[in-house]
């Protein structure tokens, strides 16, 4: 016999090898009817899965939210069959279900386009309509080779030949078709319910290896209910409209060359946006008792091989070995991906004492990183950019109290942004690749634990995605239509202050190694742009934007008296141009308006006559009128920046 512990921590009693069906009908007949899954032991099996050892277990229906996993991955299989019966001869390759949604790779002469797209979803719920059984069968890796030879599916045979020795092969099917695959699957097609949706196809190479062949990607989206599906919709309409690159086209803030790939070039008006954004992180941390240092971008290999980087991050790192040399180096070079040895050498630099401690050392390093160029993604990801790093050094004693610091200044900082709205910690555990002792790493995970019940913050427990020399706190952002960013993170590193022989005298006059807290708020600072540019739809807070006021002229014969509210913006610090042009004042607006402006004063003869401002705000059909001297003194004081 077996025993199954429930939900509601009761148990049950079975004889080994009884069906996940077979349980949740004996539980309730309501309840196997709704059944789509197994959750045994925090893993999903189909409700045919035989049970065969205690496990703790729950019944898994459409409504939950592990439910969005097999709605996508059956839809996967039901694309594929779509595909394969509307075009014969394509071969399926692999089709997991993804963030949102699922996709499949197929490989044909022809590749797929947008037009193929309402035809397969045509097919796909004809064939969800025919409500198909899923049934799992096992298969010798002999008989599945074959079967897929005889088929034409050569991936599918190199995928199986790849396969471990010892793994078993399994096949699923859904009436006459059929696919490798591992499970689990809902009982039957129709559960997947017609709250889906192909959304695009792009190129991508087999097994992302550019010399092996270009396959057709077809992207889906599924969801639960309709009501979902048109969230979703919606939100991917905004997305769009938001999109930084675009919006960052429109407002003249930067651009990309393929000659300098993952690099910013920024044009004036979005380097404004930098400056200001750094100048503000300045003064925040200059107010929490930071000191700012700078360190060298191009270290030698031996920094990173004690810091660990060199063994676990040397992929991601530009490595510099100039074979010109005449004198040859004896260890290589690399441009820095992050900033902690070159400040655990500023750190180094004369004796430290217990008094002197904590030490909180900010900087704003400029680090590079290997990305792929399908992975580079406009601002979100590129190979150059300035993190707004700190490391704080202090003793045991302190510790918590840093790392609760840190929390505070993080939410003023997004409070600031206007990104404080529903954050949501990611406590980050140990990974299985890592490198220090567990006694360190216990240490450590205990005192974020602690944290985390002092600071009444809401969050959820990430297991295995620490850093591999801390685990962290990572802190997600939710921006304005409900798309969640990580941006912030508190790393408490006890492994690299023992490795870069990092110390201080204590109270006592003995040696001791201080804890290493590692701190970034924006991450990157280009990143971090980029979400704010989307987050706010160009639309960015007065004291961020790059020109806070046009000042458009309505007829040739105030422009005089433009150039003199001009005079008086500018030397009270507001960001001001003029619009002095031939042409209808409707058009000036309309224009300006369309690059984010988000104040124009409207000058006309009434307005040079009485020396007055007509105000209109970015998003407004209606005028403000005030006196110059109260216009130029309300835009000083709203365009002041926070701290």
Same mark, same amino acid.
């Given at each position: ?36 899954? !197994? ?7 189909? /409700? ?33 069959? !779509? ?146 599906? @048109?969230?979703? /919709? ?87 070995? @100039?074979? +010109? ?8 070079? !690399? ?59 202090? +003793? ?11 929390? @505070? ?152 008296? !433009? ?5 008086? /913006? ?49 998003? +407004? ?5 005030? +006196? ?16």
């Amino acid at each position: 016999m077996i025993t199954i512990t429930l939900p509601d921590s009761n148990t049950l009693e079975f004889p080994a090898r009884t069906t996940c069906m077979e349980v949740a009908q004996s539980i309730a007949k309501s309840l196997a009817k709704n059944a789509i899954a !197994a959750d045994l032991d925090n893993q999903l099996h189909d /409700l045919s899965f035989p049970i065969e050892k205690n496990c703790k277990m729950n019944i898994i229906k459409r409504e939950d939210d592990r439910a969005l996993e097999l709605i996508r991955h059956d839809a996967a299989h039901v694309m594929a069959e !779509a595909v394969q019966k509307l075009f014969p001869g394509t071969q399926v390759t692999i089709g997991p279900a993804i963030e949102n949604g699922f996709y499949y790779d197929f490989y044909r002469e022809e590749p797929f386009s947008v037009e193929d797209l309402p035809k397969i979803e045509k097919k796909m719920r004809q064939i969800i309509e025919k409500n198909q059984p899923f049934t799992r069968e096992i298969w010798s890796r002999s008989e599945a080779i074959e079967f897929f030879k005889n088929k034409g599916e050569h991936f599918k045979v190199e995928l199986i030949e790849d396969l471990p020795k010892d793994e078993t092969i399994t096949i699923y099917r859904q009436g006459e078709w059929l696919d490798l695959c591992r499970g689990p699957h809902m009982p039957s097609t129709n559960h997947i319910g017609s709250a889906f949706k192909l959304t695009k196809v792009a190129g991508a190479y087999w097994r992302g290896d550019s010399n092996k062949p270009m396959l057709s990607r077809i992207y889906g989206t599924a969801w639960r209910t309709q009501e979902e599906l @048109d969230a979703h /919709l919606h939100q991917l309409e905004e997305a769009e409209k938001r999109d930084h690159r675009k919006v960052g086209k429109e407002m003249e803030l930067f651009h990309f060359q393929d000659e300098a790939p993952g690099q910013v070039f920024w044009h004036h008006k979005g380097w404004i946006i930098y400056t200001e954004l750094l100048a503000y992180m300045r003064r925040k941390v200059r107010n929490h008792n930071y000191i700012e240092v700078n360190t060298p971008q191009m270290l030698d290999s031996r920094f990173w091989e004690a810091s660990g980087h060199w063994d676990k991050y040397r992929e991601n790192m530009f490595i510099i070995n @100039d074979d +010109s040399k005449v004198e040859k180096e004896t260890n290589p070079y !690399a441009l820095k991906p992050m900033s902690c040895p070159g400040n655990a050498q500023l750190y180094n630099y004369g004796v430290k004492s217990y008094r002197d401690l904590p030490i909180r050392m900010a900087e704003f390093g400029r680090v590079f990183r290997q990305e792929a160029s399908g992975a580079r993604h406009g601002l979100m990801r590129v190979q150059a950019f300035t993190q707004d790093d700190a490391h704080i050094f202090c +003793s045991d004693d302190q510790l918590e109290d840093e790392v609760i610091a840190m929390c @505070d200044l993080i939410k003023e900082v997004y409070t600031d942004l206007g990104m404080a709205k529903n954050i949501v910690i990611n406590f980050s555990t140990r990974p299985e690749e890592r490198i220090g002792s567990d006694k360190d790493w216990d240490r450590a995970e205990e005192a974020l634990q602690k944290v985390l019940e002092r600071i009444g913050m809401k969050w959820v427990l990430n297991a295995g995605d620490g850093a591999f020399y801390a685990p962290k706190l990572d802190f997600i952002l939710t921006d304005a239509i409900g798309r969640e960013w990580q941006c912030g993170t508190i790393q408490v590193d006890m492994n690299m202050p023992t490795r870069l022989e990092m110390n201080y005298i204590g109270e006592n006059g003995q040696r001791h190694t201080p804890h290493m807290i590692h701190r970034a708020i924006l991450g990157s600072v280009e990143r971090f742009i980029g979400v704010l540019i989307e987050h706010y739809a160009g639309k960015l807070p007065l004291w961020l934007a790059p020109v806070q006021v046009v000042l458009a002229t309505i007829t040739g014969d105030t422009e005089g008296y !433009a150039y003199k509210v001009k005079d008086a /913006l500018i030397k009270v610090g507001v960001r001001a141009e003029l619009d002095i042009r031939n042409e209808k004042i409707g058009y000036k607006v309309r224009e300006h308006s369309s690059k984010k402006v988000p104040i124009i004063f409207v000058l006309g003869k009434q307005e040079s006559s009485k020396n007055s401002i007509a105000i209109r705000r970015l998003g +407004s059909q209606e005028n403000q009128t005030m +006196s110059m001297e109260d216009a130029v003194t309300a835009i000083k004081n709203e365009a002041t920046p926070p701290s």
